[in-house]
């Protein structure tokens, strides 16, 4: 018999097959269209509030008012606590559970593609994938502020202006922040994805632990663990619109964040590694 | 087998990894090694503190107050629990102060000239002649000693004034902002008869300024206040900081200070002078008494619907008539004796006794002490 | 009788010469929890062999195909895959192996065409230029071109399957294993799936085929591994089990006295029994012994080979299988496991 070397698919190749394959499936084309929505009907509710007596409304929305671009964060903060969690525990779901439920995990597999390698290409679609959803969000919310509401720059909450440059280097910043966030998510909803073949069980475990874990953020008693809680983290990233910006806060939710996804990801790791498929 | 074993270990210590992680987080940020500095004697340090010149710096003060105080309008730093507050000085004048609460923000810029006040929860901004903020606005919590604002100032204050009650002591050194700092501990004396047990005081070994204080009261380790600087950039700042420019779309008020008004602010300072304040008692012991007309309180008041909006939005000019009477009833506990009869409100750092009739006591003493100082009142 | 066959019977192993194997297990077991799914399984795969896994359901046939690909880990014994041992050896190994393991997997909202495509992307065997071709080629090779374009969900399960032969046949193999690859296709189906089993036999490929039919494998195996209760319990090549009984006749006559005397009369050795006479075959052909009886003018209502030890086995098995009826351990495990 001769010798057989090991042999691997090109990386590139089966990334790329990775994307395609998720920008192929209806749920996500559907997925994304309506997450375009949240800016649009975000900036008509804004705009009709604006017309009254006094600010728009509490926090970011105080500020809109000729100032479109503060739509997009006040649109991506809005779909922070549920909308975005829920959007990458689906892609999540898919990656892994999803592929298992349809048996073509185990096609993969036998291709073969090591489990580690797996599970990368799996975290590369699914991060891609939250990068581009909050990226679009961002991106509709800017056209739909400054149509809505113009202004060239940015009002902070601190009360001074931005230049439209520093005003998008803020957007561009809240949306890598907010990124990182539904990744750190995401990456539990992979491991959890890993241990079952039910895309369901993920996304209703994963939507499950982000309500009981905003819950216990209320409850001044457990201020202990509020610091171990990655939704305690959200609030903050309010910071962002301050000016100067204060940098410590967000650095903090960041590694927060970087702490669930290395979690997420190892647990992932783990179970992939000593699965039977 | 092997690779499977090596995979299943690397994932485990990534798990122990990421839960460290989660744990040095939370922990409060490390003070690391006290640093090795020349020794010094405590008179010295004091001696030092209150002749320190007035430096230019920017950072932010974080606020851990223990008090027991009941919420004070919509600034959270003045309310139980932690916040933080960004501030920067030139040393010569100018100031900004940022107090963010929640998803909005409270801007003071004094620029040299004018004073700017930016609130961004109702896009409002107030402006005022130079120098509104060094003398602050009438203190309305009722413990002007705790009330943390600009710590350089505060602890001064209360350096210079409890001196010659206190036993100062040199505590070893320690790291506040990643600057090394003495510890200068101010103990009661023996006779004093003080809730508080003592005041730490992080001396900045160079600068010579206060970068932390805290309070101690009697029974706990815990600090019941603690206001330092966790973030502290000595030197120059930029010049943008303290220039402010009202946003196109904000409501400009111009307040006249001098004219007596029914707004708060006004009202509340006639009532300062009507009050006739007094200080009843020395050191450690001393009791601010004053007699307090009705309507000053409605500057409370006001502050308070201030503080229901921010935590929950509501329409504007709701509420209006506020019971401030029943409000302070609800917070304290009725007294009474020969003086009269009254509310007495306790926090862990001291108490207010607010009679019936105007009168009011404030100071870090056991209830007696107040009831005392509240029978001198005229 | 069900006590004699759950009896663990010693493997029949013929071995002829000995060929290089194109996998080989030791001692294989698999336990889930409590449940023995595979036991002390000791499989040969010659090189170029067509081998046949035969068992009734739930006779551990794919768990130990689970095995033989590295998607389970044996619970003990060690497997080797084209010379490779297995778990280190998988990325060595499968490349070169095309497999149809417990049914096709697809994505349903795809085409039959993306979803060859997406299982291309990772076959490592196949440069990336050559991804589009292979495609179509296994397509028509499958007889699905037609139908390429077309969402996988609308599929009959008969072109399902060969979808998911398709995807085995990406890449020229050294082993494809096939798990009950005619399962829900019609009789033409069957036809197409066993020409291009024969296909690839022609070629050198080694091909493992697992089902529950003892037609099947009989018509396209070259080897036959009978798996019961989780263990082998006979393998080697189909000829020599299919005649390790030294083979006979029964046929079934009013006539027995002329059909005694008629064989006698040809040398042929027969004895009477109940319903006719059993002519044993040695030195002679069933044709022959026919052509004797009717020259002689026996009645012959009807004439069966007599079955050999494969079907004694197999018959005893799936029988036993049947008479129960109720699912065994194994079966259970197999179908929560999927």
Known sequence: MSALVATRAPLGRQLRSELRWILRRPRTVIGLASLCLVPILAGIGLWFAVDGEGPAGPGLAAIISGNGLVLPVFTLFLALPLLLPLVGAIWAADGLAGEAQHGTLRGLMISPVGRIRLLGIKAFGVATMTLFAVTLIAFVGAITGVVLFGGEGMLTLSGSTLSFGAALGRIVLTILLVTVQVWGVAAVALAISACTEHPLVVMAATMAGVIVFAVLGVFSALDWLHPYLITSAWEGLVDVMRDPLPTEGLWRSTALAACYIVIGMSLAAMRLATKDN | MNRRRVTVVAAAVGVVAGATGLGLLAMPAGAGPAPVLPDVSAEALVESVLNAKPAAFGGTVDVDNDLGIPAIGGVPQLSDGASNLRIWTDGAGKLRVQLPSGDSERTFVDDGQTAWMWDSAEQTVTKMPHGSFEHGEPDLSGEPKAAPTDPVTLSRQVVAAIQEYSDVTVDGTARVANRPVYELVLTPKPTEKTVLREVRVAVDAELRVPLRVAVLTNGTDAPAAQVGFSELNVGPQDASLFAFTPPAGAKVTEPEVEKPSAEDKAAAEQAFTEANPQVIGEGWDVVLAARVPQDALTGLADLQQQGQREGRWQEHGQGEDVDVQGLIKQLGKQVSGAWGSGTLITTRVGGVLIADDGRVAAGAVPEQVLVDAIGQVK | ?338
Do not use: W
């Open chain 3, 1 to 338: 009788m069900t006590s004699s066959t759950s009896a663990r019977v010693e493997p029949v192993t013929t071995t002829g010469s000995t060929p290089v194997l194109a996998a080989r297990t030791r001692g294989l077991r698999k336990v889930y929890g409590r449940t023995v799914a595979v036991d002390r399984v000791d499989l040969d795969v010659p090189r170029g062999a067509v081998l046949g896994m035969l068992g009734p359901n739930g006779s551990g046939k794919t768990t130990t195909i689970r095995m033989l690909l590295g998607l389970v880990r044996p619970t003990e014994g060690e497997v080797e895959l084209l010379g490779k041992a297995l778990p280190d050896g998988v990325a060595e190994a499968l490349p070169h192996v095309g497999a149809l393991v417990e049914g096709p997997g697809f994505h349903p909202f795809l085409s039959g065409r993306e979803n060859l495509r997406r299982a291309a992307a990772f076959e490592p065997l196949l440069a990336t230029g050559d991804i589009r071709q292979a495609v179509e080629d296994a397509l028509e090779r499958v007889g699905l071109a037609a139908a390429a374009h077309r969402r996988y969900r609308g599929y009959s399960l008969g072109m399902k399957q060969r979808l998911g032969l398709a995807a085995a046949l990406l890449v020229k193999r050294k082993l494809i294993v096939l798990d009950e690859p005619t399962n829900g296709l019609d009789p033409a189906g069957t036809r197409e799936v066993r020409k291009v089993i024969a296909d690839l036999h022609e070629a050198g490929s080694t091909v493992v085929v697992s089902s529950h039919l003892l037609s099947e494998i009989e018509a396209i195996c070259t080897h036959v591994a009978v798996l019961h209760r989780g263990t082998v319990v006979a393998q080697g090549e189909l000829a020599e089990l299919l005649h390790a009984d030294s083979s006979s006749l029964l046929v079934v006559t009013p006539d027995v006295d002329d059909a005694l005397n008629a064989l006698r009369a040809g040398r042929i050795s027969a004895r009477p029994i109940e319903e006719g006479v059993r002519v044993e075959l040695i030195g002679t052909t069933a044709p022959a012994v026919l052509e004797t009886l009717v020259r002689a003018g026996v009645a012959v209502h009807e004439a069966r080979r007599h079955r050999t030890g494969l079907e004694d086995l197999f018959a005893r098995l799936t029988e036993a299988e049947e008479s129960e009826h109720n699912l065994s351990a194994v079966d259970t495990i197999e179908e929560g496991a999927r």
